[in-house]
T-cell receptor, first 116, second 110 residues
Framework: NAGVTQTPKFQVLKTGQSMTLQCAQD?????MSWYRQDPGMGLRLIHYSVGAGITDQGEVPNGYNVSRSTTEDFPLRLLSAAPSQTSVYFC???????????????FGSGTRLTVV | DAKTTQPPSMDCAEGRAANLPCNHS???????VYWYRQIHSQGPQYIIHGLKNNETNEMASLIITEDRKSSTLILPHATLRDTAVYYC???????????FGSGTRLLVRP
């Protein structure tokens, strides 16, 4: 049981390049989310998904795309990287509801992205 | 989801109880109160959640006032490893989103 796995851990991009941040979970969680955290700031929700085939926008979705073709995977795509997207990106997953299966969101260890 | 208000920073001595307050005066009847913490640059960690009854687990206790307008997270015997940013979040059980505020930075002093 690996939990939430994010790859890569570090990435440097040039302005205008595109890339995909990978997120995978092996807990059969329905909910998955992507957050970004800028230095000294709190986490901001980018996109989230409530199940395979269903995604929606969070607080700061511009410049990012997501898809969820399987329960396990929730990749985040940067279409054309900009220096303002330099941040730490966290993926998280959870069971739905608050019943006895709910243990909160499990977060990955993050991807540290620098756009130059 | 209701807005929550937390003090920006607090400190406590190692071995003492850390009591972290959270105000959520506009919380509705079916919104839960969740607590997470983030140690240094790691991903946030779930601590505890509750609706109206006090809750306790191996990490902490959550005390919710009878009118549900505020709550307190209690770390009974704080250690240096509890130094972190603590987030209080109000969220509907059916909500898909978990929205973080600015949290309380807790410093545990030796």
């Amino acid at each position: 049981n690996a939990g939430v796995t994010q790859t890569p851990k570090f990435q440097v991009l040039k302005t205008g390049q595109s890339m995909t941040l990978q997120c995978a979970q092996d807990m059969n969680h329905e909910y998955m989310s992507w957050y970004r955290q800028d230095p000294g700031m709190g986490l901001r929700l980018i996109h989230y998904s409530v199940g395979a085939g269903i995604t929606d926008q969070g607080e700061v979705p511009n410049g990012y795309n997501v898809s969820r073709s399987t329960t396990e995977d929730f990749p985040l795509r940067l279409l054309s990287a900009a220096p303002s997207q330099t941040s730490v990106y966290f993926c998280a997953s959870s069971y739905s509801g608050t019943g006895n299966r709910y243990y909160g969101y499990t977060f990955g260890s993050g991807t540290r992205l620098t756009v130059v | 989801d209701a807005k929550t208000t937390q003090p920006p920073s607090m400190d406590c001595a190692e071995g003492r109880a850390a009591n972290l307050p959270c105000n959520h005066s506009t919380i509705s009847g079916n919104e839960y109160v969740y607590w997470y913490r983030q140690i240094h640059s790691q991903g946030p960690q779930y601590i505890i959640h509750g609706l109206k009854n006090n809750e306790t687990n191996e990490m902490a206790s959550l005390i919710i006032t009878e009118d549900r307008k505020s709550s307190t997270l209690i770390l009974p015997h704080a250690t240096l490893r509890d130094t972190a940013v603590y987030y209080c979040i109000a969220r509907f059980a059916s909500s898909y989103k978990l929205i973080f505020g600015s949290g309380t930075r807790l410093l545990v002093r030796p």
